[in-house]
Nanobody, 125 residues
Framework: QVQLVESGGGLVQAGDSLRLSCAAS????????MGWFRQAPGKEREFVAA????????YYADSVKGRFTISRDNAKNTVALQMSSLKPDDTAVYSC??????????????????WGQGTQVTVSS
């Protein structure tokens, strides 16, 4: 069982940066692939980024590639999403998710068993 709690959301202006953090419970965090997803009002939840448990390989949605960076700290049981050059289209509820143990990287939300409650990110123009 893994419990996830996100933090760091807020209201920013276009072009600003923001760092989201997700704290995970459990002693086997290092064996979980971690992902970030987001859901904008009236839209389906979509994949943002993921980081593989094995060697830290990262994957990004095309819409955020080059602007967002996912990272993890296994010693602290945290995964972060550093967001820069934010756009109004990035406005959404951002949720972290865990797949595992020893789960492969996936862009599909149904592959992730554990989810946080989400944190709101609002980017004003």
């Amino acid at each position: 069982q893994v419990q996830l709690v996100e933090s760091g959301g807020g209201l920013v202006q276009a072009g600003d940066s923001l760092r989201l953090s997700c704290a995970a419970s459990g002693r086997t965090f290092s064996s979980y692939t971690m992902g970030w997803f987001r859901q904008a009002p009236g839209k389906e939840r979509e994949f943002v980024a993921a980081i593989w448990w094995s060697d830290g390989i990262t994957y990004y949605a095309d819409s955020v590639k080059g602007r967002f960076t996912i990272s993890r700290d296994n010693a602290k049981n945290t995964v972060a999403l550093q967001m820069s050059s934010l756009k109004p289209d990035d406005t959404a509820v951002y949720s972290c998710a865990a797949r595992g143990p020893y789960g492969g990287v996936s862009r599909a939300e149904y592959d992730y068993q554990y989810w946080g409650q989400g944190t709101q990110v609002t980017v004003s123009s």
